[in-house]
């Protein structure tokens, strides 16, 4: 690193004052063009070159005689009195706005000095001409520059969410999820729910390191302490909602039970996108064989370079539209569906390619039995894949996602009566290769046990959302028989009033189920309370696993040593920072200094 330039007060002989950066570096900054310059040429040389050139002065001032000249700070304010931004404003505005933009794309900090300055100013040079591009390369974007208005934002954000999360009028919702970075680093990820004057808003909370281990204690000690941190009474959360290993994340874990300890009537959520473990625990023995037989295929050829490239040139030599198949992966839930899918559409492929390469997968990957039941697993694993894709939405809430599952489950006796007669339309894949009836009876029997044990289990694991009878005017209470409502219920003459509003009646024709009750607070407390406190828990980690995917741009083999945490809240958040108000505290700073 290059020893830093100090600040000489007989540099004022050529009209140049000292500003010093939040990091104490000194940079000089002329008087009389408000022009700001590097501390590498912080030295007389640089200063009367600058001086004599721009301006033709003759050199001699002295400290006494710029006491009377207006500081850069001072022309700021009055050019702010005029409604002008001054020139040091705009600097500071087009280095934030780039930074902005840097950590929106998710790129590099070291972007904007290697290229995108390079590029500006040989396009202003050969565009606008030499003076348009001395002003561009006032312009401060170094990768520290880059970085510290990245972070100035991020606080900026973090702390408008914390003034939500305090001003709303029910308790916040949680979505919190955890994952391994490619350091094998665990991250711990948090999306809050709440409202905002008459909506519901979805917010990004936090990403922070699990430092040592991923225990359920980790994971609550680093949830507890990032409210504690913030002056935030942890049983501002109303619910949780939850994924993970059953240690760490799940239902019933370690985490889960100091939560309760904490916050006794705090509502418990697990995330509604992971129908398919449920499939593989209810797998019969040779279902389970088969599917396993797929995950041996892909690691096979996915495994190993030199099978890859075979298999993709092999591939191209016929004309296939396939070439890449996906690794399987236990935590994402889209990639049993696509894998079985694939496998299935490309099985005369990959069968010759096996045999091409004489692995001792051909016995069982060529078997009849086995491609009956692979076609059986790709049909269902495609209807769990659509269940999921419904769900994966801003705003899901337990109410409608219990809904979608509910549907879902409902069609298995339909599905069940119509296998039992040989007729496969619900599973196309399957009816595709059913040639005769021994076949059919065959795979019946153990589609309809499987359905069976399916539906028990969705039944006895997917239980919140559920609405009792006398609930159920929450998602609409006009058409809501009222009569199923107690007489003794405090709210029921709320209720009958909110019915005889033909006002309200079309707020409700027109808005969001939760839009509405948000809108009903100044008029219908007691009712808006009780609904949103219904529709308020998150019913999936959907969020979560986005910013997940955000990670990925993030921790990369060049940029794995940095803390992301501000990045990625500036990246992924829907709030946009106050640039006016980082801007004016960061002027007063520089001006106390």
Known sequence: MSKKRKWDDDYVRYWFTCTTEVDGTQRPQCVL????????????????????????GVAGHDLN?????????????????????????TLLQASYQFAYLCAKEKNPHTVAEKLVKPCALEIAQIVLGPDAQKKLQQVPLSDDVIHSRIDEMSQDILQQVLEDIKASPLKVGIQLAETTDMDDCGQLMAFVRYIKEREIIEEFLFCEPLQLSMKGIDV????????????IALDVCGSVCTDGASSMLGENSEFVAYVKKEIPHIIITHCLLNPHALVIKTLPTKLRDALFTVVRVINFIKGRAPNHRLFQAFFEEIGIEYSVLLFHTEMRWLSRGQILTHIFEMYEEINQFLHHKSSNLVDGFENKEFKIHLAYLADLFKHLNELSASMQRTGMNTVSAREKLSAFVRKFPFWQKRIEKRNFTNFPFLEEIIVSDNEGIFIAAEITLHLQQLSNFFHGYFSVGDLNEASKWILDPFLFNIDFVDDSYLMKNDLAELRASGQILMEFETMKLEDFWCAQFTVFPNLAKTALEILMPFATTYLCELGFSSLLHF??????????????????????????????????????L
């Not at 000249?69 to 005029?82: N, W």
């Not at 609550?220 to 002056?231: P, Q, T, V």
Request: proline content about 4%.
């Open 220 to 231: 609550f000690n680093l949830f507890r302490d990032f409210f504690l941190k913030h002056k």
């Open 33 to 56: 063009c408000n022009s700001v310059f590097s501390n590498a040429d912080l030295r007389p040389s640089k200063l009367s070159d600058h001086f004599n050139r721009q301006h033709g």
């Open 65 to 89: 005689s710029l006491k009377h000249m207006p500081t850069p700070s001072d022309q700021s304010e009055t050019l702010k009195a005029f409604g002008v931004a001054s020139h040091e404003d």
């Open 555 to 592: 921790k990369t083999k060049s940029r794995s040593c940095f803390n992301l945490s501000d990045d990625i809240r500036v990246a992924i958040s829907k709030k946009v920072p106050r640039f006016s108000d980082i801007i004016e505290q960061k002027l007063q700073l520089q001006k106390s």
